[in-house]
């Protein structure tokens, strides 16, 4: 079996990671897999929405560390251009994640840790059961996190949890992970894939290209100045008005009934 798994429903395409016996651990493979569905999704305009889960109990506990020991007695020299690039191989997920026009739902069951944090992070919607918990834990194997995490984290929690969570690496669970704004909904105990499923249903019926764009907007509005976002806000809008979707929209407003979106 690979260790990434894509099935495509309903106009939802669910990327499952498939290492349960190593609780997920980002393989090699499984970084290969990831950028190249992600690039194949990207572009498929009958898919509306993406998530993301782990295969049995957890959801993703970190990089594969075991595959990192045989490196440890290299020469540093060597050790650092390894890692620089294997990092550098990583990043196209994340990029991908941020430029895909279309939602991406990280569905959170058991340990997110590490990778997984970092991986929960670029999602632009985290739902998590309740019994899920998190920790940076980067600290714990004496490195600093990758991953898009020390982007994201900040942004989410702001500059002082951050500190917390990643120089103390300690383990919180899903209810305190909402509450600081690092996810966005708590599912009841056993209730998670139905959760999901329902609200990834609700995405993939809606204006797909909106979403996208709104997406843009906002993941823009961390490094944009005033001017230049309201400009963006201008060519967005009138990108949305348009398409067949704010016909639809807006027709039914003034119908007085619930929109049926295309996703164009």
Do not use: W
Not at 4 to 18: G, Q
Not at 162 to 167: D, Q
């Amino acid at each position: 079996m690979p260790d990434l798994l894509v099935d495509v429903s309903d106009h939802v395409a669910t990327l499952t990671f498939n290492r349960p016996d190593a609780r997920n651990a980002l393989s090699l493979e499984m970084r290969a897999l990831l950028r190249e569905k992600l690039h194949e999704i990207e572009t498929d305009d009958d898919i509306r929405c993406v998530v993301m889960r782990g295969a049995g109990e957890h959801f993703m506990a970190g990089g594969d560390v075991k595959s990192m020991a045989g490196m440890i007695d290299a020469p540093p020299a060597e050790i650092r251009n390894t890692f620089v690039n294997r990092i550098h191989d990583l990043h196209p997920i994340m990029y991908a994640m941020r430029r895909m026009p279309k939602p991406v739902v990280a569905s959170v069951a058991g340990a997110a840790a590490g990778a997984g944090v970092s991986m929960a992070l670029a999602a632009d919607l985290v739902i998590a059961d309740e019994n899920a918990f998190f920790t940076l834990a980067y600290v714990h194997i004496g490195t600093s996190p990758d991953g898009s995490a020390s982007f994201h984290l900040p942004r989410a929690v702001g500059i002082k949890k951050a500190m917390e969570i990643a120089l103390l690496g300690d383990r919180f669970d899903a209810a305190s992970a909402r509450d600081i704004g690092m996810i966005n909904f708590v599912a009841a105990s056993g209730q998670l894939e139905a959760e999901t499923r329902a609200l990834a249903t609700r995405l993939a019926n809606g204006p797909t290209h909106v979403y996208g764009n709104t997406k843009r907007l906002l993941y823009r509005s961390l490094e944009n100045e005033f001017e230049a976002q309201l400009q963006l806000e201008a060519e967005t809008f009138a990108d949305c008005a348009s398409r067949a979707d704010f016909r639809e929209g807006v027709s039914a407003f003034v119908e007085k009934r619930k929109a049926r979106f295309s996703g164009k």
